[in-house]
């Protein structure tokens, strides 16, 4: 017997429905832009230091499954955001392929030990930055309820002290209640029968006490694989917990969709408590009463109409509509001279047909797909379209192309490059070292309150507080150079560049080209107005030496670096080209030296002089400082 498992969606749902007059109009989960999009599923198989824990069978099978489902078949977490934490592995052949896909996509597996799993929590919180963005949060193991509090069992945890060695899930809901994702997922799979060899002091049903705790918060929908007192099952044929293979299946279109073609959270969890009772009652007759399981639901009506999924009608309106795509490219191919189809775009373009099934949306899609199949757009500005497409808004076209990590890119007038829209990001950089072992750790330079000195601190922990929105700091020439080398190695074999194509630092006078001409990057008035950038404000003074200066009158609000995209952009749409950290550039500062060029100045500096988009910095390219990072951009095909 395998236990509760229940959805609770903390909802934001002020940004996302507005009373039209004729009922709530919710936007769609599928529509939200998946650069933002975020999930950990953890599934714990294996207890590494209670023996009294019983070992289970399909929880690993769980968690892998549930992140398959939401970012390889619903499209709606993009791999690179997903983190598996898992202790053991699959034990059936679909879940070993799932798993093995998830991270061939670029999806992370880590172990399920308390530490990790908190660690990869607060990694997935910081990733959503945006009321549109979606979080999921899943546990699968042992569940736990003491003093009215839910637990559920890590890797590692112990039983007889489970307020030390457990995750709460309080603690889990006050990281996502941190979190600025507009939806929040938490799935929780983690009251079993007989979780204790020892079953003295453990209930084998769900205890009222745990359901209870379960659907206590506010503001939480809350869908469960069972009542108080009753069992859920899990069954070796399925490879899953019963009511985890019916919301598998419900969500891959056998639930009932509404008039827009939607399976929503409402149609879902209708669809997962009949099939489970009418399962119950095939394969259990006769039963001890207990195993009656019935799932339930409790939460606001709205969270009913959040759409989740596409049904199989749409889906086959989507294959015709694909189909007429295909048409309309084999005419053009003709008319294609010099430029070879980027079918992996293509590819992205039939994914966001999706919530696209009005006949309006298809034509404008159409439209973009004939521009930039015949030239008229580039490339990142048709990638740019479909990723606003997955908002349901139309850019101008010129709007941001997405890469594999999620960095967007924007042309710039008088540069032939597409800039980045802000400083390369920790998650950004995060990725390369997981991916190469590349060591950026040693020598960093850090303001302490003595001054500049290489304290210890590195990328990973320069001291302050950075989330993986934060640009990367105390990073060399040689470490942004070796990023960009990797990038565009990596996106080259996968097909997202040319061979024509690299990521690289901006030379100097594309950078200027970039920061325009106003005496500062906001203009040429002094002080800074408002939200202009990351400077040595009023803010900054904490932890700085005695003799630090400041802007006066002037609090940006973060006493050293501050997340990107936190000010304002400027008329390219470039965040902190002024402020936050320097960037590095292509060139030498003189002729005949070794240092490069730093451009934009950092959170350090609070001089008129030095803040002025014209002023230039030097750094030696193998130097790490925490106020130094670095912004990519993108060649053009040839």
Known sequence: MKGTWFIALALALTADAADTGRGVTVEPVAAVAPGGNAGLFVGVNQFSKDTSLRPLNFAVNDAVAQAHLFVVELKLIPPANCYLSLAGEPTTESAKAQLAALLRGGAQRRDAAKPDCLRALLTVRGISQDTRDLLVVSFSSHGFERASVAYTMPSDGLHDVLE????????????????????????????RENPVTDTRSVESAMSSAFRNALGAAEGQAVLASCDAGQLSIEDPNLGHGVFTHFLLKGLRGEAKADARGFITLGSASDYVAESVRVWVLRNKPGADPRLAQQPWFKGPKIAEQIPLAVDSGARARLSAFKAEIARMIDALKPKITGREFNYRLYDRLVKATEPMQDDAAGRKLLEWSKDFLTGKITEGAFAGFLESALGGTEPAKGEPGV???????????????????????VQDFEAFVRATGYDATQGMFSLQADGWSPAGNTWKNPGFTQTPMHPVCGVSWEDAKAFCKWLTEKERADGRLQASQEYRLPTEAEWNAAVGTGKYPWGDQWPPPRNAGNYA?????????????????????????????????????????GGNLWEWCEDLYNRDGEEHVLRGASWYYDKPDRIQSSYRNKGDPGGRYDDIGFRCVLTPAK
């Open 537 to 577: 404000g009023e803010e900054s003074k904490a932890g700085a030496p005695a003799d630090w200066k400041t802007i006066s009158g002037y609090d940006d609000g973060f006493a050293r670096t501050s997340p990107v995209g936190n000010y304002n952009a400027n008329a390219f749409g470039l965040f902190d080209l």
């Open 164 to 191: 030390e060695t457990a995750i709460s899930l309080n603690t889990v809901e006050q990281q996502l209640a941190r979190s600025k994702a507009g939806k929040r997922l938490l799935l929780v799979d983690a009251c």
């Open 403 to 425: 890469n594999s990590l999620g960095m967007k890119f924007v042309p710039v007038r008088g540069a032939h490059v597409l800039f980045c829209i802000w400083k390369t990001r």
